[in-house]
Antibody, heavy 116, light 106 residues
Framework: QVQLVESGGGVVQPGRSLRLSCAAS????????MHWVRQAPGKGLEWVAL????????YYADSVKGRFTISRDNSKNTLYLEMNSLRLEDTAVYYC?????????WGQGTLVTVSS | EIVLTQSPDFQSVTPKEKVTITCRAS??????LHWYQQKPNQSPKLLIK???QSISGVPSRFTGSGSGTDFTLTINGLEAEDAATYYC?????????FGGGTKVEI
């Protein structure tokens, strides 16, 4: 069955960096678009970034553009999110999700807390 | 940028009741509107894709309708396990967007 397992979350100071990973299994990863979606504590869902199946095209929400980088390693079936210049408002559970126009499956999420 | 407006924000209902949640898009998105259910402390789960297409494993009491700018998620015969927050989502253009969510309490 489809499994998406995020890791790399934690507590980080404002201005610092963090790298999230999402290990995928149970589907053809190298043929699937992948996304990061986040959810601040007690808030709704916010789309963060999209990468196409081959990594050739990437899109970002304005709130993270220029600070976050989405990437993938199809040889390792792994999706990444490099987060730089973190801000207090980046505090959220970060989910990876598979799909192009909709999200078929979601991971369990990893919590990122930006705090001084 | 497309904005999705959901209503109501919150709904308190009793079992077996019919629940209707609406989602309005700021511009026409055809049928590229999807619905998710998120139970407390869980990740979201796809309920309906492309406005009205059912998803394998999702109970038939969940149905979707609409096109263009106005969409509806209906739960016929609500069950206790349906207590959750429901989100609409458009993936037809970048940036993807979610509605603000509707919390259904039983």
């Amino acid at each position: 069955q489809v499994q998406l397992v995020e890791s790399g979350g934690g507590v980080v100071q404002p201005g610092r960096s963090l790298r999230l990973s999402c290990a995928a299994s149970g589907f053809t990863f190298n043929n699937s678009g992948m996304h990061w979606v986040r959810q601040a504590p007690g808030k709704g869902l916010e789309w963060v970034a999209l990468i196409t199946y081959d990594g050739s095209i990437k899109y970002y929400a304005d709130s993270v553009k220029g600070r976050f980088t989405i990437s993938r390693d199809n040889s390792k079936n792994t999706l990444y999110l490099e987060m730089n210049s973190l801000r207090l408002e980046d505090t959220a559970v970060y989910y990876c999700a598979v799909g192009k126009y909709y999200f078929d499956f979601w991971g369990q999420g990893t919590l990122v807390t930006v705090s001084s | 940028e497309i904005v999705l407006t959901q209503s109501p924000d919150f709904q308190s209902v009793t079992p077996k009741e019919k629940v209707t949640i609406t989602c309005r898009a700021s511009q026409s998105i055809g049928s590229t509107l999807h619905w998710y259910q998120q139970k407390p402390n869980q990740s979201p789960k796809l309920l309906i894709k492309y406005a009205s297409q059912s998803i394998s494993g999702v109970p038939s009491r969940f149905t979707g309708s609409g096109s263009g700018t106005d969409f509806t998620l209906t739960i016929n015969g609500l069950e206790a396990e349906d207590a959750a927050t429901y989100y609409c989502h458009q993936g037809s253009s970048i940036p993807h967007a979610f509605g603000g969510g509707t919390k259904v309490e039983i």
